[in-house]
């Protein structure tokens, strides 16, 4: 009678302290799940935090990197521009280098070297530095010109320009290809009008026995015509060692204006001729012949970067034929400014018979 009390008893007390434990249990876990959930949020948080850094920094380092490049870019144009503008000196002519420029004039001239004659008396007007022996650049085409015509070659014989006649002294340029074929006569036209180099050095090969053979008779026709002072390596000018003074090329322009293909050639002011299906245009390099204030008889300009700008000419002058020489002129134009105020300062003299001229200008400062 007293035992099932007793058990109920028991069984009541289990019970509740099952239930406690399970309460206390699961009280527990949520405390655990509730510190995990805190410790994800603080994580979250704190990668969060620094994920902007993370961002920022690589911001900055792609900031830092395209200013970098830019500040590259902007060194390299620099250097590019710096180079471009960087001017190269220019080579020095023999008469610079002689010192020929210090010699002043009342014309004001600007070649160092300089000679006007009388061509029907020898009577010398203007003289400076004729002495001078220096480079004559293309001037040389002027002999070379006279030995094919003296030597009375047939000038509608074709000529082929080849790999021999391309420059490796300048290294200059041609319009005439190798392959190229032309008449003498037209090559000649071009070397003694535009100052064709490839033109001149095809006219010397071809010349009987050779290149070799034409330069001797250059210099052979020199030593004949008493130019002294000159010596000739080459048909064209390209070589500096082609030289002469203004006296010798005074001789050379008085003989070769005495020939009439000569006279014609130096001075037409244009000429065209056939390359295959094309039509070459070339122009005389001396812009004087086509003014009507001068009467050009005979010219020929040169110019390498040792001789300077040079020209020659035969022209009449209030009623006087003169010759004149200009070499180692500095500046592009000034050669022709030089022929210029030579003109003004002629038709301003006393007529032939009158008052003396003036035979030499030219005193050191």
């Not at 390359?275 to 001396?286: I, W």
């Not at 003396?356 to 050191?364: F, S």
Request: a positive charge; one cysteine or more.
């Amino acid at each position: 009678m007293h035992v099932r009390p007793r058990a109920s008893s028991r069984f009541f007390r289990t019970v509740a302290f099952l239930a406690m434990s399970i309460a206390l249990t699961a009280t527990s876990v949520h405390a655990a799940e509730r510190k995990k959930v805190q410790v994800k949020k603080q994580a979250a948080s704190s990668t969060a935090k620094q994920r902007p850094v993370a961002r920022s920094a690589t911001v900055v380092s792609r900031k830092a990197v395209t200013r970098v490049k830019a500040t590259t870019r902007a060194s390299a144009r620099s250097v590019k521009v710096a180079t471009r503008m960087v001017a190269v000196p220019e080579k020095l002519s023999f008469g610079q280098v002689a010192g020929l420029h210090s010699l002043t004039d009342p014309l004001d001239l600007k070649s160092s070297v300089a000679l006007v004659i009388d061509q029907e008396t020898n009577e010398v007007l203007l003289s400076k530095n004729d002495h001078a022996v220096l480079p004559i650049a293309s001037l040389t085409k002027l002999m070379t010109g006279l030995l094919v015509s003296q030597a009375h070659l047939p000038m509608d014989e074709p000529i082929t320009i080849t790999q021999d006649d391309v420059d490796t002294e300048k290294f200059s340029s041609s319009r005439l290809a190798v392959g190229t074929t032309l008449t003498r006569g037209e090559m000649m036209h071009l070397a003694l009008m535009s100052s064709e180099n490839r033109a001149a050095h095809a006219l010397g090969r071809t010349f009987p026995g050779g290149l070799e053979a034409f330069v001797a008779q250059m210099n052979a026709k020199a030593k004949l015509l008493g130019m002294t002072d000159t010596r000739y390596v080459e048909p064209t000018g390209l070589s500096s060692h082609n030289q002469s003074s203004a006296r010798d090329l005074a001789t050379l322009v008085n003989i070769a204006h005495g020939d009439p293909l000569l006279r014609e050639l130096t001075t037409s002011p244009s000429y065209e001729v056939a390359v295959g299906r094309r039509t070459l245009q070339y122009n005389n390099t001396n812009r004087l012949v086509k003014s009507p204030a001068w009467d050009i008889g005979l010219q020929k300009t040169g110019y390498i970067s040792e001789a300077g700008r040079c020209l020659v000419m035969q022209a009449q002058i209030s009623g006087r034929k003169l010759i004149m020489v200009f070499l180692d002129s500095a500046g592009k134009f000034s050669r022709l400014g030089d022929a210029e105020r030579v003109r003004n300062w002629v038709e301003k003299l006393p007529s032939i018979g009158g008052a003396p001229t003036l035979h030499a200008i030219g005193t050191k400062p």
